[in-house]
């Protein structure tokens, strides 16, 4: 069963914390996603990542990092959180041989 | 920066009437335009993924493409109350399988 597993579901962190989200997909595709969805605004791509340590930034990198050591995980990272990072994350995954992509079914992190 | 804008911000229809969703995108260079449906709460379901000029059916979800008036719509035939969501266009850019997406159309069906 293909899927892309994002932890955790759900996370509260407090303003100035680090925050780690993992994604986690078991299709050995090369390229992954990580997206946040805020309301009015639709999916904003953040980072894409071709393959191990082979990153690159999408349309809003600024105060956030990506780690991908194995192909099957990318993680997303938030050194000192901040309030108006508080939004949906959702991250995926596409072979490029292929045009499909899929979605995990997303964190929602709040930032107090 | 390649723009997606989606129309109406939202929609109400009656059990069984056709709903219809638009989107405009910027330029024609993209290959390949989709349409995606989000349950409150949940991730991104698929519902259609178009090429070419015409149009797709997938079920009760059909796309049409038209890349000469930078538009593609989704008409939802005979919509029922489970299709209460929001949908998502995206169109796939340059950029190896990155998409943009727009800010979505949020329907409600009632019985």
């Known amino acids: 069963d293909m899927k892309v597993t994002q932890m955790p579901r759900y996370l509260i962190k407090r303003m100035g914390e680090n925050v780690l989200l993992e994604c986690g997909q078991d299709?050995?595709?090369?390229?992954m996603y990580w997206y946040r969805q805020d309301p009015g605004l639709g999916l904003q791509l953040i980072y894409i990542s071709y393959d191990v340590d082979s990153n690159s930034e999408g349309d809003i990198p600024k105060g956030y990092r990506v780690s991908r050591k194995k192909r099957e995980h990318f993680s997303l990272i938030l050194d000192s959180a901040k309030t108006n990072q508080t939004s949906v994350y959702f991250c995926?995954?596409?072979?490029?041989?292929?045009?499909?992509?899929?979605f995990g079914k997303g964190t929602r992190l709040t930032v107090v | 920066q390649q723009k997606v804008q989606q129309s109406p911000e939202s929609l109400t229809v009656s059990e069984g009437a056709m709903a219809s969703l638009n989107c405009t995108f910027s330029d024609g260079t993209s290959d390949n335009f989709r349409w995606y449906r989000q349950h409150s709460g949940k991730g991104l379901e698929v519902l259609v993924s178009?090429?070419?000029?015409g149009e797709k059916e997938e079920g009760r979800f059909t796309a049409h493409l038209n890349r000469a008036s930078l538009h593609v719509s989704l008409h939802i035939r005979e919509p029922q109350p489970s299709d209460s969501a929001v949908y998502l266009c995206?169109?796939?850019?340059?950029?190896?399988?990155?998409?943009?997406f727009g800010s979505g159309t949020r329907l409600q069906v009632y019985a």
């Open positions: 178009i090429f070419s000029d």
């Open positions: 995926a995954s596409r072979d490029t041989s292929n045009t499909e992509v899929f």
């Open positions: 299709m050995s595709h090369e390229t």
């Open positions: 995206a169109m796939r850019t340059q950029v190896v399988g990155q998409l943009t």
